[in-house]
Structures are given as C-alpha cells and as structure tokens.
C-alpha cells in the first residue's frame, strides 16, 4: 500500500478528523508531503475537508462510483493479475497501452483500467466508442505457452468471468433483469422479458513469434453506469445501470471480474481446455436450445444451438437434419433468428 492509499484508509476508517501530524507520524513522511497526498486525493474525486488545528476528514459522498487506482487497487484480491495495475482516466486505447507495455517487458497479468478512450478498437476493425460516462475499459496482457489455437478461448473465459459478476449484482425492487452470455464473447442482458441487448464487448489480440505466441492481449468495455446511447447502436445496446435499475459500483465490478478471472484462468490452465468451465459457460449461454443463422460465407445455415465444445466451439444442430456443426470463433458470425441473440 502506497502512502496514498494509506491516507485515503486512515480517513476512512477514521470517519472522522485525523490530524496532519497522526498521518506524518504514521506513514513517517512531512505535512507537505501529507498535503501533496491530499491533493492528489481530491484530483481524483474524494471530497476531502481541511480544518486548520483538526486536520483532514473524507466527507460522505453522494458518488459511491469513484474509478481511480485506490479505488481498484484496494478492491483486487488476485495474486498475479493486476500487478501492476495501471489506471488511467483518459487513454487512446487499453488494448494498445498494453501492447507498448509488453514490449518493454511488463509481466503477465499486467493490467490497464481506464475511464475513457479515445481511440477504442472494437472487433472487425470497428471502433469502440468509449465515452467517460461511468464505463469501464480494460485490458490484461498474458503470454500463455499454449498453441495460438487457444486464443478463443481465453476470450470465452473473459466473458465468463464479467458473466460471473454480473450475476453478483441485485437488481432493484421490481426490476426483473438476466443477464448471459451471446456466444461468443458478448454480455447481454434483458429486462423483464424484454430482448437481450449488449453491454459488454472482448477484444483479444494475438501477437506471435514463429510458431510461438509472443503475448495475448484481451481488452474489455463494459457500459456500466451510461444512460444513453449513440444513434447506431441504441437498439442494441444497454449498460448495466439500465438493465438492473441503479448506479453499478465500477471499481467492485472490475475487482469481482478479474476475481474470476484468475480462478477461472488457472483451471483452463491446469486442463488446457475449457472443460472444467463449460458447464458454468452453458448456464449463461442464451444462444442454448435457439435458432441461430451460421453466417459462413461458403455455406450459410440456420439450426439451432446446444452447447459449446471443451475448445470454445458453438455446437450447432442444423434445421435440415444434417449432422452437428461446430462452428469456430472469428471464422463466422452467428445471429439470432428472431433478433441479436
Ligand atoms: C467488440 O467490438 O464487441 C469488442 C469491443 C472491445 C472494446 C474494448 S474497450 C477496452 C479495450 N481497448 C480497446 O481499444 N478495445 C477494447
């Protein structure tokens, strides 16, 4: 724990005013560097009041959805993702910072959070929109020592883990909200049997050395607590404030996802596959038991899906009776029949 946060646990908990002099004491440091301290507290939202002869005191906050380095850092619970853990509250894109920080050589785990891109990359080339309107974006660098066809599945289990913490979120009195997975990457969620609309999207990245994976890099936006949506994707689209009826803590949201994640990562691991996550996988896969159109340029089909491989695959039950497909990521699209899912 940095000085910083030290001060910002000491107010906290304190509740009340805690002198300049307690804190140098304590973190053995000046009053100017105190000072220095709490400014940088205030830049980053917290309301902090200064009474000369009674010292500092965090006031109560109407915005319990700070998103800052203490906010997460205090929250993350992991042994190897996350650290570093680098915040930013402006960023070109997460994807592309860890890219740069893994060829100067940072670990794995090395993680980027940020409260606003300007230049997001979206899948197929498209841009991610990324606004600084209580949303989250992410990305982690891993260097797995598998076979590049794993990469599919370390994007499976990305959106495994948000899925997961999705799930921890209580929706507000009378609000009747499910969240799941769009095979194969998407979060979803629908409210009161309305139709599932997205609101959380995985780019992962692949760099390779020869026949070697040289690093992964999976980035992740979630619409957390925004409200509206631009033109082109308001039919689509949703955040997890509109879905569940109330504001989404973001720094707990991040915390809880990458929780999983690292659990969920290591079991892949261990099996080298996704075998032991896909029942759990299943469980929030809405695309189960639908029909759902194959957009493969050769041979387009419609059938109807039932479940996943122990590699990522979408197994797909074909309307004409033929034998069940299994349908790659990134070679096709996958649309539901009746609407997105
Ligand atoms: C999609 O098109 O569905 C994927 C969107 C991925 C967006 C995230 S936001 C964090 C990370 N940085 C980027 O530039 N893109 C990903």
New binding site residues.
């Given amino acids: 724990m940095n000085n910083r946060q030290e001060i910002l646990r000491q107010l906290k908990e304190s509740g009340d005013f805690v002198s300049g002099q307690q804190l140098c004491d304590l973190l053995g440091i000046s009053r100017t560097a105190v000072w220095k301290n709490i400014e940088k507290l205030r830049e980053e939202g917290y309301p902090i009041e200064a009474v000369t002869s009674r010292g500092y005191r965090l006031l109560p906050t109407e915005d319990s959805d700070l998103l800052n380095y203490e906010e997460l850092a205090g929250r993350l619970h992991t042994k190897w993702v996350g650290h570093p853990l680098i915040y930013k509250a402006e960023t070109g ?4 910072d860890i890219l740069a920080l893994s060829d100067q050589g940072s670990p794995e785990g090395t993680l980027v959070v940020a409260s606003r ?1 300007t ?5 197929r080339g ?1 841009a ?1 929109i ?1 606004p600084s309107e209580g949303n989250i ?3 982690i660098l891993l260097r797995p020592q598998m076979k590049a066809d794993i990469v599919s599945m370390v994007t499976l289990i990305m959106a495994l883990s948000v899925y997961q913490a999705a799930l921890e979120l209580e929706a507000a009195e009378g609000v009747d909200c499910r969240f799941g997975i769009k095979w194969p990457n ?1 979060i979803v969620a629908s409210v009161n049997g309305g139709s599932y609309r997205k609101l959380c ?3 992962t990245e692949m760099r390779m050395e020869e026949m070697d994976i040289r690093d992964v890099v999976i ?3 979630l619409n957390v607590n925004e409200k509206h949506f631009s033109k082109e994707i308001q039919e689509t689209a949703t955040s997890f404030c509109l879905a569940l009826g109330h504001d989404v803590n973001r720094a707990l949201l991040t915390a809880r996802t990458w929780d999983y994640f690292e659990e969920d990562y290591d079991k892949f691991r261990k099996a080298q596959s996704l075998s032991p996550l896909k029942d759990i996988y299943e469980s929030g896969l809405v695309n189960r038991g639908r029909l759902v159109r194959v957009l493969d340029p050769r041979t387009p089909f419609t059938g109807t899906a039932e479940g996943i491989t122990d590699t990522g695959e979408l197994i797909v039950r074909p309307q004409d009776g033929s034998e069940e497909k299994f349908v790659r990521t990134g070679e096709v699209s996958v649309r539901g029949v009746m609407g997105y899912v």
């Fill in positions: 894109s997460t994807n592309n891109q230049a997001g990359k979206g899948r498209r991610w990324s974006y992410m990305s998407d999207g995985i780019l980035g992740t936006g």
